[in-house]
C-alpha cells in the first residue's frame, strides 16, 4: 500500500515538474517515511499558484481560501493533498511548519531537504519547534497541545526544554480556541499515551483550559475504604494509565477520562460516608455534550457515553437484570468494552473484583446464550399469541424472555412459546 502510494504521490510530482513548477512531498509523510511507519494521507507542497494547481487537477477539492487554501485529490481510501508554498522558497515553507521533525522534504528523487534539524531530533527522539518556538505559537497556539499530542502518540520522545518553556509561557495566548480543534488533539492523544497527555497539561498548566470537566475533579474527595488512591482526579489519572496499558481500544480509553467527571456534582454525605448517586448517569450526558462540542464522530460519541452512563453495572448487584439489555441494545463488542471499563476501575481503586467477578461470569453465559443466529421468539409470535397490537409491550415481552434465556429459563423456541402461551392465560 506505502509503495502504490509513494508511486502516486511521484506521478503527481512530475506532472508539476512538467509544468515548470516545483513540487514536494512535505511534513509528516515523510516523518513517517524516516521512521519506517506505515503513513496516511500525503502532503505535497508546490511553487504553483492555485489557480495552477486547479489547471493541472480538475478533479481537485478546494478547501479554504487562497493564498491558504488546499486541493484534495481523493485516493483509494487514503487523500493527496496539494498546498502552495508558503514563502517564496522551499525554506521559507519549511521554517513555518510546526516541529522540526515536520519541516522536512523530499523531492521525487528521494533527496532530503532538512534545514532545520529535522532527521538529527527524529534519531534523538526530541520534539522541538521549528525556528522561533514563540513565533510558531503565536501563529497557532494550538501547537502547544499539539506538541502533546505528538508526545503521546510518538512514544520516547522528549519534549526540548526550549520547546517547553516557551509553552509554559504562553498559556495566555491559548485563548478563544475552537473547541473542535482542541478536541481533535485530544482524539488522536487517545491512540498513543493519554496519560502522558495529561500529565503535559497539568504540569504546563493546560489542563484547565484544555480539559476542564477533568480539572474539576482535584480536591473532590472519595470514600477512603473504596478508593484509598485519593482524590477523583488522581483516580481518573490512575483509570487513564491502567486503561493504555491493557487495552488500544480508544472508546474505553476515554470513557476512562469521562467516568467520573460528575462525581463533583453528584456528591452528598449520607450516613457518615460520601455517596455520588446517579454519578454514571449525570456524566454520560456531560460526556456525550462535551464530545460533541469536540466534533468527535457520532458514533464514537454514542459508544463512549454509553460506557460512562451504564459504567458501575458490573459492579452491583442488579446486573443480571440489566445485562441482556445492554446487550441487545449495544452488541458484544459494546458490552466487552463495558467490562474492560469496570475492571480499569477496579484496578484503580480498592481492587475488590469480587462483584465484577459474578457479574462477568452472567455476561459470558448471557454472550453464549444470546449470540445464536437463529431467534427464539419473533415480535410476530408474541403479538400473536398474546393477542396485542404492535408496540412497546412487545418488546418488553421479547427483553423479559431474553432476560430468562439468559438466567437459563428458556432454553428453546418451545419453551418461549409456552411461557408466552402462560402469560395469555394469566
Known amino acids: ?218 480536591g473532590v474527595p472519595q470514600d477512603p475504604q473504596f478508593h484509598p488512591e485519593g482524590d477523583v482526579y488522581e483516580h481518573t489519572r490512575l483509570c487513564l494509565r491502567y486503561a493504555e496499558k491493557i487495552t488500544k481500544r480508544c472508546d474505553v480509553r476515554a470513557a476512562a477520562l469521562f467516568h467520573d467527571i460528575a462525581k463533583p456534582y453528584t456528591m452528598k454525605e449520607e450516613e457518615e460516608r460520601l455517596r455520588f448517586i446517579g454519578h454514571e448517569k449525570e456524566g454520560g450526558t456531560l460526556a456525550r455534550d462535551i464530545m460533541g462540542q469536540w466534533a468527535w464522530p457520532s458514533y464514537f460519541v454514542k459508544n463512549v457515553s454509553s460506557l460512562v452512563r451504564w459504567h458501575m453495572v458490573p459492579l452491583v448487584s442488579t446486573a443480571p437484570k440489566r445485562i441482556p439489555r445492554l446487550y441487545l441494545e449495544y452488541g458484544k463488542a459494546w458490552l466487552d468494552g463495558l467490562f474492560l471499563l469496570s475492571y480499569i476501575d477496579i484496578s484503580s481503586s480498592n481492587r475488590d473484583y469480587s462483584k465484577w467477578i459474578e457479574n462477568r461470569q452472567i455476561a459470558l453465559s448471557c454472550l453464549f446464550k444470546l449470540s445464536e443466529d437463529e431467534k427464539l421468539i419473533s415480535g410476530r409470535d408474541v403479538m400473536d399469541i398474546l393477542k396485542i397490537e404492535e408496540g412497546p409491550e412487545v418488546g418488553r415481552v421479547i427483553f423479559e424472555i431474553y432476560e430468562m434465556m439468559a438466567k437459563g429459563d428458556i432454553r428453546s423456541r418451545e419453551d418461549a412459546i409456552d411461557y408466552l402461551k402462560k402469560l395469555n392465560e394469566s
Open 1 to 218: 500500500m506505502s509503495k502504490d502510494k509513494l508511486a502516486k504521490s511521484c506521478d503527481i510530482l512530475r506532472l508539476f515538474e512538467k509544468g515548470g513548477f516545483e513540487a514536494y512531498i512535505v511534513g509528516g509523510t515523510v516523518r513517517d517515511l524516516a521512521m519506517g511507519s506505515p503513513f496516511g494521507d500525503v502532503d505535497i507542497a508546490t511553487s504553483a499558484k492555485p489557480m495552477d494547481i486547479a489547471s493541472l487537477f480538475p478533479e481537485a477539492k478546494k478547501v479554504g481560501g487562497d493564498p491558504l487554501c488546499t486541493f484534495v485529490i481523493p485516493q483509494d481510501g487514503w487523500t493527496v493533498e496539494i498546498t502552495p508554498l508558503q514563502g517564496e522558497v522551499l525554506s521559507e515553507d519549511l521554517s513555518r511548519r510546526d516541529f522540526t521533525i515536520n519541516a522536512m522534504a523530499l523531492d521525487r528523487f528521494g533527496d532530503l531537504y532538512d534545514p532545520f534539524g529535522g532527521m538529527e531530533d527524529l534519531v534523538n527522539k526530541v520534539l522541538r519547534f521549528t525556528g522561533s518556538p514563540r513565533e510558531r505559537i503565536e501563529e497557532d497556539p494550538v501547537r502547544c497541545i499539539r506538541l502533546f499530542r505528538f508526545a503521546s502518540t510518538l512514544r520516547e520522545f522528549e519534549v526540548s526544554h526550549s520547546s517547553m518553556n516557551a509553552v509554559r509561557e504562553s498559556l495566555s495566548l491559548f485563548k478563544d480556541v475552537p473547541l473542535e480543534r482542541i478536541g481533535k488533539e485530544i482524539y488522536k492523544a487517545l491512540r498513543g499515551s493519554p496519560f502522558t497527555f495529561l500529565k503535559l497539561l497539568e504540569d504546563t498548566g493546560f489542563l484547565a483550559s484544555t480539559l476542564p470537566c477533568v480539572y474539576a475533579l482535584r
